[in-house]
């Protein structure tokens, strides 16, 4: 059996092992675990006012998200034969509830119909290879900032996390010092002390050990500090297992175009599109560079593969009321850890399927625990950088502007397109308009039509 499964995963032509292949799947899934509980509060409009009850209910959503983070990451691993994980997309799943279902009035049902067709068009474009081609339009000193900016984002996330850095009271400058003086904040600075050390002796395994042990700690001190430092996570759940809610599996309607119009519901479908491509796009960029999975021009061979797994991600994620399932950016520490095949991302569908009887137990994690494996991750997707020309105005300013607007904008759409932008402009002033792909001014066009709505 294991030599089959060798076979299939091709373990020992990409250098590793199934321990280590299973290894990474742990560590992808406790950095990626948040998302069980936070996708549904971002769904059930958790703690907006005005929208009580308008939400999806918490246990079902709950259910789903794992569900369709299993089967997806399981599927890609299978198909594609990557370590690439997906779930619900942040800012994907912001996007369903505050533009379709708060500020446009769809019913969830009608704003999962949204997702739907945005990922059967995705899928027709990957079939039809457009969607490789506009990839391959992007120029790469692009594609490897694009993986920088993405290693930026997972550290600023994970310096959030731990409450290292908090939102200024005053704005300016949007990002602040937090609150150190803490047990969570303790925690974080044991935590990534303690992750680092494992790092610089090369511990195997050392991400997935310092989340667990970063755990620990915090249990140790949430008891002794009375039990509640940490809210709902870092204390040992009254029940391990929790019964599946599967009420709002196939609620779909795609009566949108009557409600919103032809033209606003083509522009929203559009732009959610829009967001859920490039996300895709970077990620599996960061991701795969961070692996050392490109070749020389920069490229994922079996390309297509990925990207038909998430558009079916899209699919599935409105069919099972989750949101859009996509690509996570924290497979990269899976990757970090080891991670070079399907197996890592079969895994991790593995511990999502559990999860769904096993919620009490994974909400044990709090965020300080996992906080440090996202910066060492950050710290290894940096080495990207180093194949940027920096020496080349032309070339690493448009680098610049992709790798700092991702973080500083929060969104890897974002700071792709700002980039692609700067890119554009540079090569017509300088009178090289002939050395860009014409897809390119394509997507420069489609970025213009993104920022301006």
Partial sequence: MATIRSDYFRLRQRGTTMGTEIRAGF?????????????????????VAGMEGRGLPLDATITMTCLTAGVMSILM??????????????????????????????????????????????AVLVLTRFRE?????????????????????????????????????????????????????????????????????????????????????????????????????????????????FETFGRVDFSFFASLGAATALLLT??????????????VVGVAGAGRLLDRQGRLPGMRRVLFVDAVGAVAGGVANSSTNTSFIESAAGVTDGGRTGLTSVVVGVLFLFAMLLT?????????????????????????????PWDEAEQAIPAFVTMLGIPFAASITSGIGAGVLTYVAIKLLRGQARDVHWLLYAIAGAFLLYFAT
């Fill in 133 to 245: 081609w506009l990839i391959e339009a992007i120029p790469l000193v692009l594609r490897r900032a694009i993986g920088v900016g993405i290693g930026l984002f997972i550290a600023f996330i994970g310096f959030a996390n731990g409450g290292f850095i908090t939102m200024s009271p005053g704005n300016v400058p949007p990002v602040t010092l937090g609150a150190l003086n803490t047990i969570p904040a303790l925690v974080f600075g044991l935590g990534l002390i303690l992750t680092a050390w494992l790092t610089t002796r090369k511990v195997r395994g050392a991400l997935l050990w310092g989340i667990l042990l970063t755990t620990g700690i915090a249990i140790l001190l949430n008891v002794v500090s009375g039990g509640h430092t940490f809210g709902e996570s870092a204390r040992l759940p009254a029940a391990m297992v929790s019964r599946p809610n």
């Fill in 27 to 47: 560590t992808t899934f406790l950095v990626m675990a948040y998302i069980i509980f936070v996708n549904p509060q971002i769904l059930g409009f958790a703690g």
């Fill in 270 to 283: 559009f732009s959610l599109m829009l967001t859920d491509f490039f996300d895709t796009v970077g990620t």
């Fill in 360 to 388: 009490p137990l994974v909400g044990i994690l709090p965020p300080q625990a996992t906080a440090p494996a996202l910066i060492i991750v950050g710290l290894y997707m940096m080495s990207m950088s180093k194949d940027i």
């Fill in 77 to 122: 691993g299978v198909v594609a034969n990557y370590p690439i994980a997906l779930a619900p997309g942040m800012g994907l799943n912001a996007f369903v509830a505050f533009e379709l279902v708060q500020r446009h009035g769809l019913t969830w049902p009608q704003a999962m119909g949204v997702v739907i067709l945005e990922g059967l068009i995705i």
